[in-house]
């Protein structure tokens, strides 16, 4: 089992950046994939990126493709989202995501352990 906190979300303007973190707890964290969720209110949840155990293969939402980064420290047990020139439409809660099945996935029912969720609020 996997416990998930994110950090590092707040209010930027457009064309912004912030960086946000995900502290993963236990021994395991290099065998699981993660991903990075966001739901925005009144709108289902969707998937933004995702990162393989190994670090080798990445997956990207067509709308953050170029903008976001993911990367992770399986040192640290830590993942992260690096993201760049923000929109208003990026405004959500964002969710770290773990999931022990092999290989990266955009569904979030892949993924059985789920963060709180940190809000991320572009101004325009």
């Known amino acids: 089992q996997v416990q998930l906190l994110e950090s590092g979300g707040g209010l930027v303007q457009a064309g912004g950046s912030l960086r946000l973190s995900c502290a993963a707890s236990?021994?395991?964290?290099?065998?699981?994939?993660m991903a990075w969720f966001r739901q925005a209110p009144g709108k289902e949840r969707e998937f933004v990126a995702a990162?393989?155990?190994?670090?080798?293969?990445?997956s990207y939402a067509d709308s953050v493709k170029g903008r976001f980064t993911i990367s992770r420290d399986n040192a640290e047990n830590t993942v992260s989202l690096q993201m760049d020139s923000l929109k208003p439409e990026d405004t959500a809660v964002y969710y770290c995501?773990?999931?022990?099945?092999?290989?990266?996935?955009?569904?979030?029912?892949?993924?059985?352990?789920w963060g709180q969720g940190t809000q991320v609020t572009v101004s325009s």
């Open positions: 995501a773990a999931s022990i099945v092999v290989g990266i996935s955009q569904i979030p029912g892949r993924y059985t352990y």
């Open positions: 236990g021994r395991t964290f290099s065998t699981y994939s």
């Open positions: 990162i393989s155990r190994s670090r080798i293969s990445t």
